[in-house]
Structure formats: C-alpha cells, structure tokens
C-alpha cells in the first residue's frame, strides 16, 4: 500500500518561512510528478507548485517568487520551501503523487497538514 506522510506545517507570523516535505513509501514502481495543493476554509483545493521527474516545476502566481518546490528522487520526497509567508496563505496543505504500482498509474494524496500564518 503506497502512502503519503506530511510534515512542516505549523504556526508562523507573516513574513515568516516555513518548509514542508511529503514523503512517499510503498512499492512504487515510478513517480511522474509531486505537487502541493491547498484549500483554505470555503474554498476549493487549489494547485500551489507541481514538480515532474525531470525537475520541471510550475507554481501558482500567488506564491511564485516566494515558494520553491523541489524533490529527492532518491528518497521518494518533495519539498515545499515557502517564505515571505503572509495570513493568506494559511490553509491545510495537500501533498499529490503521480505513481505507478504494478503497472497501474494512480494519484495519492497525503492527509494534509495545517498552515497557519498570523499577520
């Protein structure tokens, strides 16, 4: 069974810095991409950074600048290092992995973990 392990999150003041990392574990044959979604209370889940295996990143515009996404292939991880944080960025954070196990391509997501940025 593959899963996802979130950790990082946490209280910080605005202008503060934070990193987060999602650890993927499981038989897992390859990973094509990781990406860090968000969803603020009434809001839908938003795309925050993806990354492929080939270390091409995209990021929303709001955190462009200020986010940096990056992976261990090695260790199956992706990071999120995330500074100048400001209140509007407080939401529960979402890892999502692109995998192939036996042969079969699937997205897994993590449980999340709570950022919280006070102004």
């Known amino acids: 069974q593959v899963q996802l392990v979130e950790s990082g999150g946490g209280l910080v003041q605005a202008g503060g810095s934070l990193r987060l990392s999602c650890a993927a574990s499981?038989?897992?044959?390859?990973?094509?991409?990781m990406a860090w979604y968000r969803q603020a209370p009434g809001n839908q889940r938003e795309l925050v950074a993806r990354?492929?295996?080939?270390?091409?990143?995209n990021s929303a515009d709001s955190v462009k600048d200020r986010f940096t996404i990056s992976r261990d292939n090695a260790k199956n991880t992706v990071y999120l290092q995330m500074n100048s944080l400001k209140p509007e960025d407080t939401a529960v954070y979402y890892c999502?992995?692109?995998?192939?196990?036996?042969?079969?391509?699937?997205?897994?997501w993590g449980p999340g973990t709570q950022v919280t940025v006070s102004s």
């Open positions: 499981g038989i897992i044959s390859s990973i094509n991409f």
């Open positions: 990354i492929t295996s080939g270390g091409l990143t």
């Open positions: 999502l992995a692109n995998l192939v196990v036996t042969g079969i391509q699937r997205n897994v």
